[in-house]
């Protein structure tokens, strides 16, 4: 079982650039699929971005392909999420989860639980 923590939101001005990050513990990290997800007021929570238990693969929701990246580190148990050109729509809570599950399907999940998340705020 992986636990997680997620950081680095804050408020920025539209065009600004934010990095996320996820940290977890669990020896077996390296052997899950990542993803980044977010909730906006009033909205269901949605899917953002992945990567593949290697790096190898990446998989972003068409409202932020070209603009956000996903990354990890597997030595660092840590998986990233680098946000450019921020939209006043993108302000959200963003959280990551983790699941033993091809990368295109991370986005169709019905994860059990969530961290706290960590929020991020885009200004006009």
């Known amino acids: 079982q992986v636990q997680l923590v997620e950081s680095g939101g804050g408020l920025v001005q539209a065009g600004g650039s934010l990095r996320l990050s996820c940290a977890a513990s669990g020896r077996t990290f390296s052997t899950y699929a990542m993803g980044w997800f977010r909730q906006a007021p009033g909205k269901e929570r949605e899917f953002v971005a992945a990567i593949s238990w290697n790096g190898g693969m990446t998989y972003y929701a068409d409202s932020v392909k070209g603009r956000f990246t996903i990354s990890r580190d597997n030595p660092k148990i840590t998986v990233y999420l680098q946000m450019n050109s921020l939209k006043s729509e993108d302000t959200a809570v963003y959280y990551c989860?983790?699941?033993?599950?091809?990368?295109?399907?991370?986005?169709?999940?019905?994860?059990?639980?969530w961290g706290q998340g960590t929020q991020v705020t885009v200004s006009a």
């Open positions: 989860n983790a699941a033993m599950a091809p990368v295109l399907q991370m986005a169709k999940i019905d994860f059990g639980s």
